[in-house]
């Protein structure tokens, strides 16, 4: 069972340059986010979605897109980058509202550096 | 606005009790987390407390909940060298659809 699996682990771009993130869960979830975490700021939401076909702005939205075309799929997209978009960034899933704990399942991170 | 505090850093020796600290304004929360984030590693659950508990204890870990206070915490028994890792605590938010708000982690450090 792989779980939350994300692509690429690494990754540098030069400013204005463009790159997807892809997210990928095998557990039926229904809800996927999208995390930044910056040091001493712990994790913020960019996006989110509570469907396949759904998407919605988190806390930090600017200069990010995405797209959920499948229900197991999340994807990431800057359009152009930027120095400040330097980060590690986290996709989670989870069960919908009224199934369980509302417990967040965390891929292992993708690093991006943007010079 | 919905927001989680705790200090960022926690030195403690092999064998002692650790105890990290939490403080949260959404009074209407229903679940409260604490993760656990090793290096190079994403988020995992450790454990979790519904906001009409008082306490919660796993093993090692026990969690208070004070919700006059908005606080929370976390203490871990007989730490270990493997406890070593970032803690969150997090909060669900008031937006709904399981959107948690974490907090900054507080990186623990357990030295001989």
């Known amino acids: 069972n792989a779980g939350v699996t994300q692509t690429p682990k690494f990754r540098v771009l030069k400013t204005g340059q463009s790159m997807t993130l892809l997210c990928a869960q095998d557990?039926?979830?229904?809800?996927m986010y999208w995390y930044r975490q910056d040091p001493g700021m712990g994790l913020r939401l960019i996006h989110y979605?509570?469907?396949?076909?759904?998407?919605a702005k988190g806390e930090v939205p600017d200069g990010y897109n995405v797209s959920r075309l499948k229900k197991q799929n999340f994807l990431l997209g800057l359009e152009s980058a930027a120095p400040s978009q330097t980060s590690v960034y986290f996709c989670?899933?989870?069960?919908?509202?009224?199934?369980?704990?509302?417990?967040?399942?965390f891929g292992e991170g993708s690093r991006l550096t943007v010079l | 606005g919905e927001d989680v505090e705790q200090s960022l850093f926690l030195s403690v020796r092999e064998g002692d009790s650790s105890v990290i600290n939490c403080t949260y304004t959404?009074?209407?929360?229903?679940?409260l987390y604490w993760y656990k984030q090793e290096p190079g590693a994403g988020l995992q659950l450790l454990t979790y407390i519904f906001s009409n508990m008082d306490m919660k204890q796993d093993q090692r870990l026990t969690v208070l909940l004070n919700k006059k206070d908005k606080h929370l915490s976390l203490r871990i028994a007989d730490t270990q060298t493997g406890d070593s890792a970032i803690y969150f605590c997090?909060?669900?938010?008031?937006?709904?659809?399981?959107?948690?708000?974490f907090g900054a982690g507080t990186r623990l450090a357990v030295h001989p």
């Open positions: 557990m039926n979830h229904e809800y």
């Open positions: 997090a909060e669900k938010g008031s937006g709904g659809y399981n959107k948690l708000i």
């Open positions: 989670a899933s989870s069960y919908s509202i009224g199934a369980g704990t509302g417990e967040l399942f």
């Open positions: 959404d009074s209407s929360s229903t679940y």
């Open positions: 979605s509570v469907g396949e076909g759904t998407t």
